[in-house]
């Protein structure tokens, strides 16, 4: 087991720190801003729809045009290009600040959330693409994937608790200027930061940018099966978000706070996966990724059946744990498969693939819901997910195939090494990562 020492050792890595604490700040101003902007939707209007459009418009969205902004931009000094996103974010933030105490124009909110939704994903895609460079040298990549998980947790139980507090304190206006003050603090310590990695400037094209980091997704053989399987592999795990409430209060007939003990037992499961994985520097990624998603499938299987609060805040954190695990052994794993100049847009088909495909997971568990019951939306996750395992499993050794006689081929890319090595389950270790929203 690797040392407490050892697993802390990125943090003295130079712009690590700063890095990781900019990385949860702009997690917890997310939660903080989604759940202030969720509830003034609803108080000013007072029906689902417009709520619903604000989640497209600030979430999906975004995971489409995302992408295309990392590009613009992922070739620039990231000591001034992100914390001009930031500073970015902030002045859409006071903008919001100023709809909630004055009068209230849905058109302006969508737009102003849309916009954060895409500052902040792309924020996110630039800051995993600068860790990757700073921490692929030193071989801390891992270490430093768990620490930033802990602290993507964190943030997300946090954030959510805080918006909730400062919004019941101190009105939804103050909530979203606090929200601005966050961003800027983090601007600000970005542009002081020394060590971030330096890039390569171009002649490209921000489209032929977009079109390197597609071509790089689609032929590389590792990135392809991580994408799609992950992207899969998020519709199921929040097919069940949209009725949780359901389940907890009509199938397992609690309380509201145990409703909120149910989410706490997920996030707990979170951070201790996370945590965990600090502790697995030997283990297979690939083995990590089958082994997490696997957890998360047996306990929506589990509390597809459990007839007790208590046990299903036990398979909660079951699943939870495995969340924390899953998500970092992803996302480690297309990091260590791409190469430098690439990271950054990478990085954000992920964090799209997060963000976007959601939606599909909870449209499709409220039409099992409306048509069956909360404990067959719960089944089918949880038995789509095993499913899913199963095949990736039956998979693995034709791609390794595969792999291993491109690799004679005298203009493999080193790449294939990697490649090859991850997809030897219960080999070599690679990296990865994830998070439930």
Known sequence: MLPVRGRLKPLSVPAFPRLLGSYTVNETGDSVGIVALALLVYERTHDVAPTAAFFVAAKFLPAIVSPVVTARVDRLALRWTLPALYVAEALIFAALALVAAGTFFLPLVLVLGFMDGTLALTGRSLTRGAVA???KPPGLLREGNALMNIGFAVATVGGSALAGLLVAVFGLSTALLVDAASFLVIAVMLSLTRGL???EVTSEGWGERLRAGVAFARDNLLVRVLLAGQALAMVLFTLIIPIEVFYARETLGTTSAGFGVLLAAWGAGIVLGSVAFLALKHRSTVTLIMTSTSAIGLAYLGMSVADTLSVACLLSVLGGAGNGVQWIAVMTALQEATPEPLQARV?????SIGAAMPGVGYIIGGAITSLT????AYAVAGGGTIALV????LLSPR???RLELRSSDANQPPTA??????LATGSRAAEPDLARE
């Open 197 to 199: 990695p330096a890039v």
């Open 133 to 135: 460079a700073v921490l």
């Open 347 to 351: 990085a954000g088909f992920l964090e």
């Open 399 to 401: 791609v390794r195939s």
């Open 390 to 393: 199963v095949i990736m499993g």
């Open 417 to 422: 090494v990697v490649v090859d090595a991850l």
């Open 373 to 376: 019951s909360p404990r067959a």
